[in-house]
């Protein structure tokens, strides 16, 4: 396979690359990446040989850029977007352009093509759930996203859907939980709290920290993204979860009782306007179609992830100063 991967030297996308590339060694995948802050700018696989990887610097929304990238592709894997909520609440613009705009782009490149298209979603689309409830989000929940990023990653959803709708493409949607894992950018929760921690700062919790993610990790999103796309499922979305649900208090807690360190350096801060309290997604149909289900537990996926960012402190907290 010819693999266009969008996105590719952010978290997930990184991740899926090695992933890729481990398990699919022949095929050949091309990275268009726009380099934002969030982007690791050093990313090269872990796997492969020298011609199974080609990296171009690009914005999905460049139409020639990606017409001349997708001439040999047998798919697209969309990870390209503007991700973090904090982000879209100080200034939504990028947003509209590259996760809504450059879906567009992309979409009208694949009506042309008719390639095989896969976009990444989140479960914010759908909104917040009651904190104390038992309800889960499932293909019947509406979509009811209440930040900039979540309106966003809907709207592309919609685009995604209307296109498979009005000109018959091969397209699929996934909705997936938070992810954690290596190579996430220092500005969100489990690595912030790991490098904070180990730096003896204190780590900011919004609000009183109750708000549950239904954590995921990253790898266990891939080998759902790889299902997906060796799937002729077209027009479909598929939900899909760690069924581990946290509050973010709680995630805090166990990070620092792994890292050994005190519950002294939490310091409670005035929560994120709008914030969602609880996700909680029901992957219950996507398992009965594919037979997938999440590997990782969170304490190992935790501690993982803690020797990941220990073991390279210096350049994640490198990055977190120079994305400020
Ligand atoms: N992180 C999560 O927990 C999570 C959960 C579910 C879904 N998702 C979705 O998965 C995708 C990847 O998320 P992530 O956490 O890896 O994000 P990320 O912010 O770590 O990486 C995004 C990457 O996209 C690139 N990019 C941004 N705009 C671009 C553009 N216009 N053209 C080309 N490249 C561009 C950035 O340079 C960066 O490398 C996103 O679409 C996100 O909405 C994330």
Known sequence: ?????TGGNGFIGSNFINYWLKRHPKDQITNVDFLTYAADPNFVPSFGSGDSYVFVKGDIGDRPLVERVTKNSDAIINFAAESHVDRSITD???FIRSNIVGVHNLLQIVKDRKIRFHQVSTDEVYGSLPLDGKEKFTNAS????RNPYSASKASADFLVRAYHNTFALPVTISNCSNNYG??????????KTILKAISGEQIPIYGNGSQVRDWIYVDDHCSALELILESKNFGSTSLVGGENES?????VRLLLRILGKSEDLITFVQDRPGH?????????SFRKETGWSPKMSFKEGLKATVNHYVSRRDYYIKRLKESL
């Open 276 to 284: 969602d309290v609880r996700y909680a997604i029901d992957s219950s």
């Open 1 to 5: 396979m010819n693999l266009l991967v």
């Open 92 to 94: 939504s613009t990028d």
């Open 142 to 145: 509406p979509y009811n996203p």
């Open 247 to 251: 509050s973010n208090l709680e995630t």
């Open 182 to 191: 290596p190579m996430q950018h220092p500005e969100k929760l489990i690595p």
